[in-house]
């Protein structure tokens, strides 16, 4: 099952106040980074593949 652009964009803003609280340990902090950047990632490729699709409407 895939996370939808929505889902991904909730746990990643969840990450980023984790991240700015600084509250958490160092290696925790390190692992919300990465998936962090994962998630960013993810997102980048969700929102490619829309455009793509929204392109080929418009030309056909």
Same mark, same amino acid.
Do not use: F, H, N
């Given at each position: 099952?895939?996370?939808?652009?929505?889902?991904?964009?909730?746990?990643? *803003?969840?990450?980023?106040? *984790?991240?700015?609280?600084?509250?958490?340990?160092?290696?925790?902090?390190?692992?919300?980074?990465?998936?962090?950047?994962? &998630?960013? *990632?993810?997102?980048?490729?969700?929102?490619?593949?829309?455009?793509? *699709?929204?392109? &080929?409407?418009?030309?056909?």
């Amino acid at each position: 099952m895939t996370i939808s652009y929505e889902k991904k964009m909730e746990e990643l *803003k969840t990450i980023v106040a *984790k991240l700015e609280d600084g509250s958490a340990p160092l290696d925790e902090m390190i692992e919300l980074y990465e998936r962090g950047v994962s &998630l960013v *990632k993810e997102c980048e490729t969700i929102l490619e593949e829309a455009e793509m *699709k929204v392109s &080929l409407l418009q030309d056909g």
